[in-house]
């Protein structure tokens, strides 16, 4: 059968139209900002035109439909419907156009950033031009340096870049700009090692001038590390994803390696199998066992022999599993079944657990490599025999408000004790694993944190087999005296879907503050604070700088702001398992050693650039400070309380003396704080202050502090740079525009089909 042909406008039509519905589906983290979309779309309409008017021919086939719709009389309804479909649809795009948009302004930045010619590290001078890895000519100990460097990414690198070296680290959501992807070949691939050895070692505030605006994350890792050891980790971030450093042409490719773009291994197995480096990558190209897999994937943080005890393991929380005990937390057997599935293992291995360092590996390995994977860890604890008993979890009962009525009643008295009252995990006790390690009970609010799944069969599963060698029990098991039958565990789930929140929309960076008619109220609780618009941002902990700080408790913050003609408002709302309050009995009671204050921050340039350059994101530098709005809950001596600081850099804040017309106000409840922070707009001292603008993107960023967790000073957790918009009222020029520019469409139509039609001969 004939397929009809498509008409030519028709075709344009439906590409433009596809083309845009494609640029606003969410791509990765980000959506891409209304004026990007149309930047791109200007381009895409003006190529489609062109390829569809290539000739007479062509041009006139794409005329034809418009110039029948102008002249025949028979197209009259027709023509009508189009004459105002178009002026609204152009008043439409006026309207979006001109009113206030909370739409982030587009940061440009150069990813691979021209570098100076000659650099000062570690007290050196170096030409980049000509530099090259000393370490490369000791050939003997390359696979050792290799390895070395292995140690020191895990150490240090693999929290934001990741253990696949893409980018995607646990901490990596929390960073705007996201960390580089090693992997991919517009990156390392392209540059020469000295580059990325000046990259490394100067970290973001290394960045040349014309690189802003910059926004990079990067610590200043000469501050950390050695000179000898960037050059061992750019070693081996090159090995690990199998890419040559750019030389140039006349130079001579290192033996092992393939040249940029094409995939290899390098000399990676060298240093284990004492083969040469050429031997090494000869031999992997050959299909790769499961053993070989596991050294290169997993034993950084799992170990050489499984016993979880890799260089990255004393930075992580929880800990990498220890497959030498043959505990593994999640799995789908009954209680009291000690092995999980290999099917267990399996999708662990596939999908990795949110809310931990272990990733998924689909992405990177085959099935057949992850499910030799789940067989050769077995083997560190001698477990042999398959177990495919598992929970049955089919037998759901349908939510109702009987039944989540009575999981609540069910929760409250089973569950609360260590998940609160509301399921933020606020435990009314202090509670460790079998390893004597410190562990929150999860918080059920915020289902994306869940480890092992989300869905009704998945917390099914986990309260009926319970978290082997955590205080979570088995509440199918008979000896378990506040167990429960299987109906009330579906009636539980139901509760905890009832109170789960939406997951944030990632890729937000705008705290839309709203105009409020009335006086702002300083109290958190207050219905007032229901009109505000909230926006949930991750927090990353403060890895950049002494002290560094890796196991966080306190993981996002929700804010809301208001403003009036006088002040401005912010609500900051974040879940915290303890309210920490030095010298209070509860507080210390559940403080894993010295406690401290838990506290919150609002970080502010003083001054706002014409451009899209900000200050350092670490409290900013000597030529760029920042004001800092630090609230603290105060001790059973001393009442809560906020400052103002102005700081210069890490460790370099300085409290502000005198009325600094700042106020806060916190309160706590179940497991979360609620605090409000006011400042008038404008103040006396424009010097030192940020002064607030109605239509304009202002920088704002957060810090935290749990003191039960051992927070204090600089080691606490933030976020990198954000937005604040105040909202401004709408004038009647939102609305008179878009009038004014449907009334020029029509007219341009009513004109434009007159002489269409006098240039046809067509009869009015």
Known sequence: MRIPRIPRLLLAVIIIAGCYLLLKIPSGRYLIPSSVIMLYMFFIIVGVLLVMTINDKSTREMAAPIISLLVKPEKKLSRSIVFVIVPLLFGYLTYTKVKPSFDAPVELRAVHPAPPSSVKIYNKSYNLLTLENPLRKDTGNVAQYVKEGGEIYFKNCFYCHGDKLDGKGHYARGFNPLPLNFQDIGTIAQLQESYVFWRIATGGPGLPAEATPWISAMPVWEHFLTEEEVWKVTMFIYDYTGYVPRVMKEARVPSGYKVAGEKGTGYFSAWKSNLSPSMAYAQEKEPVGAKAVYEKRCAWCHG????????????????????????????????????????????????????????????????????????????????????????????????????????????????????????????????????????????????????????????????????????????????????????????????????????????????????????????????????AEAVTLPFVPQIIASERHFTPTVMDVSVKALYNDKEVAFLLEWDDPTKSIPGDPKAIELSDGEIYQDAMAIQWPVNLSEGMEKPYFGHGDGKQPVNIWYWHSGSAKIPEGIKLLDATGLGKGTPREGNTKISGKGVYKNGQWRVVMKRPLQTDDKEKDLQFKKGVFIPVGFAAWDGSNGEKGSKHVMTTWYWAFLKPSTGSGVVVTPIVVMLAVFGGEILLARQVRKSRGAQI
């Open 304 to 531: 050489w022999e499984g016993a979880g005890d890799g260089p990255a393991t004393e930075f992580l929380n929880p800990r990498p599993r220890d497959f030498t005990s043959g505990i593994y937390k999640y799995k789908s057997s009954p209680f009291d079944e000690v092995s999980p599935t290999d099917e267990d293992l399996f999708r662990t291995i596939r999908d990795g657990l949110p809310g931990t360092s272990m990733p998924g590996w689909n992405d990177l390995l085959s099935e057949k490599e992850m499910r030799g994977l789940a067989t050769y860890i077995k083997g560190f604890a001698g477990l042999e025999e398959a177990v495919t008993k598992k929970v049955d979890a089919t037998k759901e009962v349908r939510a109702s408000d009987e039944s989540i009525a009575k999981g609540k009643e069910l929760f409250i008295d089973r569950c609360a004790e260590c998940h609160g009252d509301e399921g933020r995990g606020d435990a009314a006790k202090k509670l460790k694993t079998d390893w004597n390690e410190r562990v929150w009970p999860r918080d059920l609010t915020k289902p994306w944190s869940y480890r092992y799944g989300s869905d009704g069969e998945d917390i099914f599963r986990r309260i009926s087999i319970g978290i082997p060698g955590t205080p979570m029990p088995s509440f199918a098991d008979p000896e378990n005296k506040k167990g429960l039958t299987e109906e009330e565990r579906w009636h539980v789930i139901n509760y905890i879907k009832n109170i789960r929140k939406e997951t944030p929309r990632e890729g937000e960076s705008v705290v839309r503050v709203i105009r409020a008619d009335e006086e702002i109220s300083d109290d958190p609780m207050n219905p007032q604070w229901e009109k």
